[in-house]
Antibody, heavy 121, light 113 residues
Framework: EVQLLESGGNLVQPGGSLRLSCAVS????????MGWVRQAPGKGLEWVAT????????YYADSVKGRFTISRDNSENTLYLQMNSLRADDTAVYYC??????????????WGQGTLVTVSS | DIVMSQSPDSLAVSLGERATINCKSS????????????LAWYQQKPGQPPKLLIY???TREFGVPDRFSGSGSGTDFTLTISSLQAEDVAVYYC?????????FGPGTKVDIK
């Protein structure tokens, strides 16, 4: 059974940093691209970042470029999102998603339950 | 960036009736090298993560009931629920994965009339 478990969400002050993790099981992690999608309270879905299966290609939304870094540890079956210089408009539930392919140019076919990041003073 | 729009914003349909959701992209998401449209549909129920329903605009994900179907090409796409069931109450999103940023539509809320 495919499982994705996000962790690391928390309340953080504006300008602060946070690292999200997504531990996966039930599939060959190193074979698939992975991504992060967020959803602000009461709002729609916003794609944040994607990383290919080897971790040598990464893609970011303009809203997070230069502040967020997506990475993966294929030996630990874990995806990460390092978030720096956080702003109030980064407040959202962050979902980890498995891509259906390896390149990063595929839809997300499995999703975690999400972790809440709140940026507020 | 490719801008995705959806219509209507919400709709209420009687049980057993057809529900139709439209999605339009600001530029074509047709990939000529594989002759496919890089367009997906997701269903999101309250308090749950999104669930992939349709990819390549018309291919149903494994396990998705056949009352869900996708159609369209280029810039105009449609998700059809042929006979609405109570468990289909949700928000539906389209997404293009043709080019980054992989943009989502704003969502369409489906309710029971």
């Amino acid at each position: 059974e495919v499982q994705l478990l996000e962790s690391g969400g928390n309340l953080v002050q504006p300008g602060g940093s946070l690292r999200l993790s997504c531990a996966v099981s039930g599939f060959s992690f190193s074979t698939y691209a992975m991504g992060w999608v967020r959803q602000a309270p009461g709002k729609g879905l916003e794609w944040v970042a994607t990383i290919n299966y080897r971790g040598d290609s990464t893609y970011y939304a303009d809203s997070v470029k230069g502040r967020f870094t997506i990475s993966r540890d294929n030996s630990e079956n874990t995806l990460y999102l390092q978030m720096n210089s956080l702003r109030a408009d980064d407040t959202a539930v962050y979902y980890c998603a498995k891509d259906s392919g390896s390149s990063g140019y595929d839809p997300g076919d499995y999703w975690g339950q999400g972790t809440l990041v709140t940026v507020s003073s | 960036d490719i801008v995705m729009s959806q219509s209507p914003d919400s709709l209420a349909v009687s049980l057993g009736e057809r529900a139709t959701i439209n999605c339009k992209s600001s530029q074509s998401v047709f990939f000529s090298s594989n002759n496919k449209n890089n367009l997906a549909w997701y269903q999101q129920k309250p308090g749950q993560p999104p669930k992939l329903l349709i990819y390549w605009a018309s291919t149903r994900e494994f396990g998705v009931p056949d009352r869900f179907s996708g159609s369209g090409s280029g810039t105009d796409f449609t998700l059809t629920i042929s006979s609405l069931q109570a468990e289909d109450v949700a928000v539906y999103y389209c997404q293009q994965y043709y080019t980054t940023p992989f943009t989502f539509g704003p969502g369409t809320k489906v309710d029971i009339k």
